[in-house]
C-alpha cells in the first residue's frame, strides 16, 4: 500500500479531481408518440422501442 512522504496540498488534490463530474444523459424523441426518452430505453409514455411495442402501458382512468 502506498505511503506518501508528503501531504498533498488541497489544490493538487483537486486539480486531478476536475475531471470527476456529472454528465447529463442523452435524450432523444419517441418515434411512436415523440415525447422525450433516454437512448437505448423504452418509452415511459407509450411503451414502444425501436418501433416495437416492448411494454404494454395500462390506460389510465
Do not use: I, W
Amino acid at each position: 500500500m502506498a505511503h506518501p512522504k508528503h501531504k498533498h496540498s488541497k489544490t493538487r488534490r483537486d486539480k486531478r479531481r476536475t475531471h470527476y463530474k456529472a454528465t447529463a444523459p442523452t435524450v432523444a424523441s419517441c418515434s411512436n408518440c415523440g415525447s422525450a426518452v433516454q437512448y437505448h430505453r423504452v418509452c415511459p409514455e407509450c411503451g414502444f422501442y425501436r418501433g416495437k411495442l416492448a411494454v404494454e402501458k395500462k390506460a389510465s382512468a
